[in-house]
């Protein structure tokens, strides 16, 4: 229990962000994002490599998830802010209408994607929500970040990215 808290790191290096952020912070470089192809909600297909060439920052979570739930609005609000970058959000195993009327109610509109078996939390090791991913340009897993994120770490991350300036 400690471990899916953030309490006992589940992953340890000695990078700026661990050392900044602590466990939950970790920065990759060179690993390849592993492709994924999942539908909206209006039933468009979306593959990760679509969207090569843009920032790409996408979080697993789902309606049951507090922390989830409690970050959406800064994602929200950075989207609109920072539209350089693409938000995408993966619910986790729940119906198409659970996650609209989820979304409606919450008054969110970043781009959401059913993962509904799972299959992209399968390929990303997912063993926590939420769990976000940060992709640069070149299609390469940049930063992984377990665990519910203050908006002083979106912004690391997106500033390290080349999103917002400094």
Same mark, same amino acid.
């Given at each position: ?19 900044? +952020? ?20 209006? #039933?468009? &297909?979306?593959?990760?490599?679509? +969207?090569? #060439? ?8 789902? &309606? ?13 609000? +950075? ?18 209408? /659970? ?9 969110? &509109? +970043? ?22 991913? *940060? ?7 940049? *930063? ?8 002083? /770490?979106?912004?690391?991350?997106? &500033? ?7």
């Amino acid at each position: 229990v400690l471990a899916f808290t953030g309490v006992i790191p589940l992953f340890g290096n000695n990078s700026a962000a661990d050392e900044q +952020y602590g466990a939950r912070a970790k920065l990759e470089s060179g690993v390849l994002a592993e492709d994924f192809s999942l539908v909206d909600l209006d #039933g468009q &297909t979306h593959k990760l490599s679509d +969207y090569r #060439g843009k920032v790409v920052v996408f979080n697993f979570w789902a &309606t049951w998830c507090g922390p989830c739930v409690a970050e959406m609005p800064m994602f929200e609000a +950075y989207q609109k802010e920072y539209p350089a970058f693409v938000m995408l959000g993966l619910d986790q195993v729940e119906s198409k209408d /659970q996650v609209q009327a989820f979304l409606a109610e919450n008054e969110l &509109t +970043y781009t959401m994607l059913l993962d509904s078996q799972a299959d992209a939390a399968e390929k990303y090791k997912v063993v926590l929500l939420p769990t976000t991913i *940060f992709v640069d340009e070149k299609g390469e897993v940049r *930063f992984r970040h377990y665990g519910a994120m203050s908006e002083d /770490q979106l912004k690391y991350y997106l &500033t390290t990215l080349g999103v917002i300036s400094q």
